[in-house]
């Protein structure tokens, strides 16, 4: 018997709820990322990757462990599925930064909507329009302006971030399934769960403690932001499509540059604002788009209904 689905506390509108849950999820996720560039070098992908989901599975099971099987969830073979393509994604992009310009690595991995829409399609026939497509194409042009994209670096660098973005629209894409019948904690808890056993041999390989308070701080940080930021994505999902909630956490390389030049005193140059106003058009676009959508699917469902 299929376990219902827990209610959201958030209002089932989705044409505002999506765009904040995503879009907050984005603004946490850059904070995760620069407190990983601050953690230094000594720390690799395989030790980021244990601290964050060691440190997920440990607070989540301390939350809902005590409630009975924190594992009992309905299709835990794509919950399990869906953990492993997350842990790859992570690690791919983790790796692709430490090897290649920032830059570089990140709008290479902001390719994961188009993936996703690739995915979408795929799997589940999702139609994906002609406005919508431009959409996509604009978020990647923009994201393409603002970090001024350069062929620097290995191509095994190049082929990591690439794997990332591709793993990443297939994640978010299986999120379309798994959302109808599993809350946002159960997801993310497998995922922390498959993330350790994944990055558990190779961090037992090279063990590696916090040397300092705050080495120790950043470790925290990064467990606990990573736990906000995933919790608020999935979430997030319940209100849109795989390839959408891609769109809207392409806002991420906003909140990047803008961290970039408030607290590491980056220049504003032009690539700022033109790369940065594109990508929220279209974000803002894609929002109004799908609000047209479900007006006209509310108003033909009024028109079939013989009682309205």
Not at 94 to 117: D, G, K, N
Not at 193 to 206: E, H, K, Q, R
Not at 230 to 242: A, E, H, P, S, T
Request: with cysteine; glycine share 10%.
């Amino acid at each position: 018997m299929k376990q219902p689905c827990p209610r959201s506390p958030i209002p089932p509108d989705a044409t505002l709820a999506g765009p904040i849950l995503m879009l907050s999820a984005a603004l946490l996720f850059t904070l995760l990322t620069l407190c990983i560039k601050l953690l230094g070098p000594g720390y690799t992908a395989w030790h980021i990757g244990f601290y964050r989901f060691f440190g997920g599975t440990v607070i989540l099971l301390s939350m809902v462990g005590r409630h009975g099987n924190p594992y009992k969830g309905n299709n835990t073979r794509l919950l399990i599925l869906r953990g492993c393509t997350g842990s790859i994604a992570f690690l791919s992009i983790v790796t692709a930064i430490r090897m290649l310009p920032v830059s570089t690595a990140m709008v290479i991995f902001y390719s994961f909507p188009a993936f996703a829409a690739i995915f979408s399609f795929l799997i589940y026939r999702d139609r994906v329009g002609s406005r919508e497509i431009a959409c996509i194409v604009a978020v990647l042009a923009g994201v393409g302006i603002l970090f001024d994209f350069q062929l620097a670096g290995g191509l095994r660098g190049h082929v990591l971030a690439l794997v990332g973005g591709a793993f990443a629209g297939l994640t978010v894409t299986l999120i379309k399934t798994l959302r109808e019948e599993n809350g946002p904690v159960i997801i993310y808890l497998y995922f922390c769960s498959m993330g350790t056993l994944v990055t558990l041999p190779m961090f037992a390989a090279d063990f590696r403690l916090p040397a300092s308070p705050m080495e120790t701080l950043l470790i925290v940080s990064i467990i606990f932001l990573s736990l906000a930021a995933q919790l608020l994505m999935n979430q997030g999902f319940f209100y849109c499509k795989g390839w959408e909630g891609g769109v809207f956490m392409s806002s991420e390389v906003v909140f990047t540059a803008m961290a970039g030049i408030i607290l590491l005193d980056d220049p504003t140059t032009w690539r700022f604002w033109v790369g940065g106003l594109l990508i929220m058009a279209s974000v803002v676009g894609l929002n109004r788009l799908r609000a047209e959508q479900n007006a006209s699917t509310s108003l033909q469902n009024q028109y079939d209904d013989p009682t309205a």
